[in-house]
């Protein structure tokens, strides 16, 4: 299992454009449910959403899908996966004594998501967009801790929009370049390299206070 998530990690350009010639428009539901399910299941705040955006970017630069309907799509999928994620925060406030203490979830990613919020305040909810993990939390720890979901809402689609139009928009503008499409996976190890990055650095932080 291991091995083949990391196939399809490293190979996502071969995968997508596999599924996209044998399912046609059917993968665009497929990836619809793929920013969906990351943003908004607590439980699964590791999935590649960084490099799956960049590369379908990428590939609608090459024609294999269609960028009017891939962006609208995958905006939609983001910005309505943070909203699950917000109800069943709020679902669970009424249930929970400790916020910071929650069985399915790992305190380490709580506390992580939390010193977001302690530094910046509701503009988390559009900056975590970018850092994997604390993205998909950042929409529980804000349910959790009682903020209004007419200003969540707000920061969600500013951030919805800021992390799906980037990302997409930087893979359709490079996707086309000879060097990019050659090195596709070094791109992709980069990408991931330098979203884990915020949340490296503040280990290394935690580590030597």
Request: charged share 10%; net charge positive.
């Amino acid at each position: 299992m291991p091995n083949l998530l990391t196939d399809w990690i490293l190979h996502l350009d071969t995968h997508l454009a596999a599924l996209a010639a044998g399912h046609g428009a059917m993968v665009y539901t497929l990836l619809f449910a793929f920013i969906f399910v990351e943003t908004g299941v607590v439980v699964l705040p590791f999935l590649p959403g960084d490099s799956l955006l960049f590369v379908a970017g990428a590939l609608a630069a090459k024609g294999v899908f269609s960028m009017p309907v891939l962006a609208p799509t995958l905006i939609v999928a983001a910005i309505a996966g943070d909203t699950l994620n917000f109800a069943i925060g709020s679902g669970m406030r009424k249930h929970v004594l400790d916020a910071h203490r929650i069985r399915f979830v790992k305190q380490e990613y709580l506390e992580r998501t939390q010193a977001y919020f302690d530094r910046h305040g509701r503009k988390t909810i559009v900056l975590a967009r970018f850092v994997p993990v604390v993205r998909t939390l950042a929409p529980f720890v804000a349910a959790l801790g009682k903020m209004p979901y007419p200003g969540f809402l707000a920061y969600n689609v500013i951030g919805g929009l800021a992390w799906v139009g980037l990302l997409l928009g930087a893979g359709h503008l490079f996707g086309h370049l000879a060097w990019v499409s050659q090195h596709l996976t070094m791109v992709i190890l980069g990408i991931v390299l330098v979203s884990i990055l915020p949340g490296v650095t503040g280990w290394m932080k935690d580590r030597k206070a």
